[in-house]
């Protein structure tokens, strides 16, 4: 089944952001550090031009830390690119990148030349959970559905950075249908959008080839199965979703098991690599 999802006035976020754009000195771009290149976006490549990128690569805590590292070297062989895994929640993490936008605009930062930056990415990959950890209040709604302000502010972080408060708001591509699904399973999907049977197997089938072994262990499975579907009703069965009459409900099977994944519950898991075969590495001009 084909994925669909466009987060609304994409058009119009778009020359937004690309105005924008040309006021800042550094542009962080928030990744999922789980699928760094499905979680982008490729336009941004082109409106950033020569500004200096910092890819943030959050939700670190629950990615996979050897992919995260390979994907760490994979970026930061791009022109003008820096990658920073962290978590958006942890302020000394956070801290790191106040540093590291300072380091990448040398002549700004001071009394008269504060350095502008600018939060973007595509939605729930964790821009607004930054923008308040880096100014330590709350300014942007976290789990907020995606929208476009017509008026920005610049929040004084009061380190001779200046942030606009409204992340800016890209959207993934979604006609690279494994990526939608890898999208999907990391929950950056509105619920609406998907088919959490179809999800479920897919992220049953990544985990048999990928992490087979967190897998066994967390449902006690005693035989892994080759087949997504019998997992699924394997794990339907240790998690009690069941239908009168004792079946499995399927449905509700995979929601629970992506729900546990994302979760963090079978470990920390990363969705895609750099140089893995599916174009979506090379689609973002990384080649591990
Ligand atoms: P957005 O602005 O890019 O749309 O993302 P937002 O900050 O709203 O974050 C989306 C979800 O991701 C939120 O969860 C948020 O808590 C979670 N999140 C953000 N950063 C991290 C991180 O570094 N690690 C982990 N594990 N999660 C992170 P939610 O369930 O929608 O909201 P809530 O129940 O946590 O408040």
């Excluded at 708001?169 to 494994?178: C, E, G, T, V, Y």
């Excluded at 019998?230 to 009690?240: A, T």
Aim: hydrophobic share 40%; glycine share 10%.
């Amino acid at each position: 089944m084909t994925i669909e999802w466009y987060p609304g006035h994409m058009g119009k976020a778009h020359k937004q952001i690309s105005e924008l754009i040309r006021a800042v000195h550094v542009i962080i771009e928030v990744l999922d550090a789980r699928l760094p290149v499905s979680s982008s976006n490729h336009l941004l490549e082109e409106l950033r031009g020569n500004k200096p990128c910092i890819k943030v690569m959050n939700k670190n805590d629950l990615a996979d830390p050897a992919v995260t590292k390979a994907w760490v070297r994979a970026f930061e062989k791009q022109t003008g690119v820096r990658a920073l895994p962290l978590s958006a929640k942890q302020p000394r993490e956070v801290n790191q990148l106040t540093r590291l936008c300072l380091r990448l605009a040398p002549t700004r930062g001071k009394p008269g030349r504060l350095l502008r930056a600018m939060v973007v990415g595509i939605p729930n990959v964790g821009k607004s959970t930054l923008i308040n950890t880096l100014a330590g209040k709350c300014i942007a709604k976290v789990g907020d559905k995606p929208a476009i302000t017509t008026c920005t502010q610049q929040i004084d972080l009061r380190n001779g950075i200046v942030l606009s408060d409204t992340p800016g708001l890209l959207w993934p591509d979604m006609s690279d249908q494994a990526a939608a699904y890898r999208l999907a399973t990391s929950g950056a999907i509105g619920a609406g959008a998907l088919d959490y049977t179809n999800v479920g197997l897919f992220a049953a089938e990544f985990m048999l080839q990928h992490y087979r072994e967190p897998l066994r262990s967390r449902y006690n499975l005693t035989d892994v199965s080759e087949s997504p579907a019998d997992v699924l009703e394997q794990i339907g069965r240790r998690l009690g979703c069941l239908v009168p009459g004792g079946g499995i409900d399927l449905h509700r099977a995979a929601e629970a098991f992506l729900r546990e994944l994302r979760a963090g519950k079978l470990g920390r898991v990363s969705f895609e690599e750099p140089g893995q075969d599916d174009g979506a590495a090379a689609d973002a001009g990384v080649h591990g």
